[in-house]
Nanobody, 120 residues
Framework: QVQLVESGGGLVQAGGSLRLSCAASGSIFAINAMGWYRQAPGKQRELVAAITRGGSTNYADSVKGRFTISRDNAKNTVYLQMNNLKPEDTAVYYC??????????????WGQGTQVTVSS
């Protein structure tokens, strides 16, 4: 089993920045791809960014150029640096872990979610 502990959410003004962290513990063999999904009220949960152990990344078109995902394999921790935040980024952000996590059915473990609110 893998446990995920998220931190870094909060309230910021448009144009501001936040850094999310997610530390995974448990079976290292179950921790391959790590990343973040988000879900706003009335919306489907969508992939924000993902990263593999080898460092390959994938971003949603809406966050390219603004968000950067990274990971520390020794700590089994994934980070999401969010810059130039927009009100449209307001959502609950969920850490995700699996062999692959590009689509929802591939996610094996979820964090409990952290609220990100961007005010205008």
């Amino acid at each position: 089993q893998v446990q995920l502990v998220e931190s870094g959410g909060g309230l910021v003004q448009a144009g501001g920045s936040l850094r999310l962290s997610c530390a995974a513990s448990g079976s290292i063999f179950a921790i391959n791809a790590m990343g973040w999904y988000r879900q706003a009220p009335g919306k489907q949960r969508e992939l924000v960014a993902a990263i593999t152990r080898g460092g390959s990344t994938n971003y949603a078109d809406s966050v390219k150029g603004r968000f950067t995902i990274s990971r520390d394999n020794a700590k089994n921790t994934v980070y999401l640096q969010m810059n130039n935040l927009k009100p449209e980024d307001t959502a609950v952000y969920y850490c995700a872990v699996g062999r692959t996590i590009v689509v929802l059915p591939e996610v094996r473990y979820w964090g409990q979610g952290t609220q990100v609110t961007v005010s205008s």
